[in-house]
């Protein structure tokens, strides 16, 4: 019976002993989201009959274990998975880590370095010892003349200086490349330290084969240690050309791991995967919050004049320059179209190091046909600025994101693309166009302020000059505005308007003109502020 009781204890004591399983997952695919990554990788092993522990490296340093998923063969079961950073083993480590290999390289170096100094000195030094040993021999020797007892004095001497030298360099090499090599030593303790307790994330599965057998484990999981945003780069000849969209994303990814030819996949969809199925729950509908909208992903490039002017400016229509080409697709990705996101499948592989930085990925190239048309707000900004009207922009699957908007050659700024507007048109800043001038100016001898005994009444008049300074003719919206009074004590009278479409209860004044090349235009604005002098107007 203690045979036997001994027998169980030896073979239970070999069973935990038993030597983990190393192994290194391949990343094959990633899909990123705009928070995070889902994974796919690989993971060959070699398995025995019965339970074994199966490290697998080279997984991400964070992910989230709910969303773990291994596939094996039907004789093969998984009893349990940890996910761990902070794996201890106390077999070897993996020899073929990059790390190690770089410092056992270096050590491999310098071993040869210090075995080929110890060659060369060894052969000075015996150098050294012949010739001490001749000069005793010449010296016992009789019958030189003094000349040549003088030439092998000054051989000698010069002789033994050099190789004694020689020895003292070899000497003083040696010992550098001995501290050189304690030092790499020492680094290739703290390599594998680094290797097995701080490198990248761990897989820690405790499996059951019925047979040996060698198979591959196919291994996915979630991780928010990736993201991607998409970016757009618009270019455009001039005012009677398509504009050129090229399609792109910034992807970045710390996931601790390498992505090196994978099958890349972008999804405008914000996963949130559990164990649990879902349940629908009611689809209620509700607008937008505008405001909030506005602020946050706002146009860089728009003009809009403040408060009530802001909605009338949305609301323009005019006829300008049209295009006839039909979009045309030079298309890098498979798009698929869902109910609530879109997925965009590179058909390239696709190499993403984990560094942080921004990598860039073409989904595709598109030719937008595009109404043009320039519009200036001078009271605000003496500028024009030159948009784009895309109509049925819905079907290029665009979404939110930064442009940069490069114009006649020229690179102009950058811009905002919000596809999730409520209008029928996509609405695209292309800039400033500095070759339409617009000045604002006060006429002094039309302008004036006096005092009656009613109150106090001011005159404001405007002239406002435009030029064309193009090759081309260009249609212009042009805009500005009067007061409107919320107090019978104040009254505003329009007097000069020059022709301006007017919004009496905006104040909104528009004019939609053709100007030639080199042509110059004038409209004048003229109003009139009666108040009571005794109290004092704060935003006239």
Do not use: C
Not at 123 to 133: A, G, H, I, P, R
Not at 287 to 307: H, M, P
Not at 334 to 356: C, K, R, W
Not at 457 to 482: G, H, P, S, W
């Amino acid at each position: 019976m203690k045979k036997i009781f001994l027998l169980l204890f030896l073979a239970t004591a070999t069973a935990f002993a038993q030597k983990p399983i190393f192994t290194s997952a391949k990343v094959k695919a990633a899909t990123v989201y705009f928070n995070s990554a889902e994974i796919s990788q690989s993971a060959a092993v070699t398995l025995p009959a019965g339970t074994s522990e199966v490290v697998i490296k080279n997984v991400a340093n964070y992910l989230l274990e709910n969303t773990l998923q291994v596939g094996v063969p039907s004789n093969v079961t998984i009893l349990s998975s940890q996910f761990t950073n902070n794996y201890i083993s106390e077999f070897e480590p993996d020899e073929n880590s990059p790390a190690l290999k770089k410092v056992r390289d270096s050590i491999k170096l310098v071993e040869e370095q210090i075995a080929l100094v110890y060659n060369q000195k060894t052969s000075e030094q015996k150098t050294l010892e012949l010739l001490d040993k001749n000069n005793q021999v010449y010296g016992q020797q009789s019958g030189l003349s003094v000349t040549e007892l003088m030439k092998m004095v000054d051989y000698y001497k010069t002789k033994r200086t050099e190789t004694a030298n020689t020895i003292n360099t070899l000497t003083a090499k040696e010992q550098k490349l001995n501290e050189k090599l304690t030092d790499l030593k020492s680094k290739l303790e703290v390599n594998i330290s680094k290797e097995e307790k701080i490198s990248t994330g761990k897989l820690v599965l405790q499996i059951m084969s019925e047979t040996p057998l060698s198979t591959q484990l196919d291994i996915s999981y979630l991780t928010q240690g990736a993201s991607w945003q998409p970016f757009y780069d618009l270019r455009a000849n001039d005012i009677t050309s398509p504009i050129n969209m090229l399609y792109k994303a910034q992807v970045v990814q710390q996931t601790g791991i390498d992505w090196k030819k994978v099958k890349l996949t972008l999804s405008s969809g914000m996963p949130n995967q559990s164990s649990f199925a879902p349940e629908l729950s009611p689809w209620f509908l509700r607008f937008e919050n505008r405001q909030y909208d506005s602020l946050a992903y706002g146009n860089t490039n728009n003009v809009a004049i403040r408060g009530a002017a802001s909605q009338e400016l949305s609301d323009v229509v005019v006829e300008a320059y049209r295009t006839t080409t039909k979009a045309k697709s030079n298309v890098a990705a498979t798009i698929t179209e869902h109910q609530m996101n879109v997925s965009f499948d590179i058909d390239l592989p696709y190499d993403i190091a984990s560094n942080g930085k921004q990598h860039s990925v073409t989904l595709k190239e598109i030719k937008l046909p595009a109404t043009y048309r320039h519009f200036s707000v001078p009271k605000l900004e003496q500028e024009a600025f030159l948009l784009a009207e895309i109509s049925d922009y819905a079907k290029y699957n665009m979404l939110r994101g930064e442009a940069n908007i490069i114009f006649e050659g020229m690179y102009i700024g950058k811009t905002q693309i919000n596809p999730s507007q409520t209008a029928d048109t996509l609405n695209l800043s292309m800039g400033r166009d500095k070759k339409i001038s617009v000045k604002r100016e006060t006429v002094a001898e039309k302008s004036s302020t006096k005092f009656l005994s009613s109150g106090k009444e001011q005159v404001f008049t405007y002239d406002i000059i435009i030029r064309n300074n193009k090759k081309e003719a260009a249609k212009l919206t042009l805009k500005d505005q009067y007061p409107v009074s919320t107090d019978k004590e104040i009254e505003v009278e329009l007097l000069q308007s020059d022709s301006a479409k007017v919004d009496k209860e905006t104040g909104i004044l528009t004019w939609e003109m053709s100007l030639k090349p080199t042509e110059t235009k004038k409209v004048r604005i003229s109003y009139k502020v009666k108040s009571p002098k005794s109290k004092t107007l704060a935003n006239l």
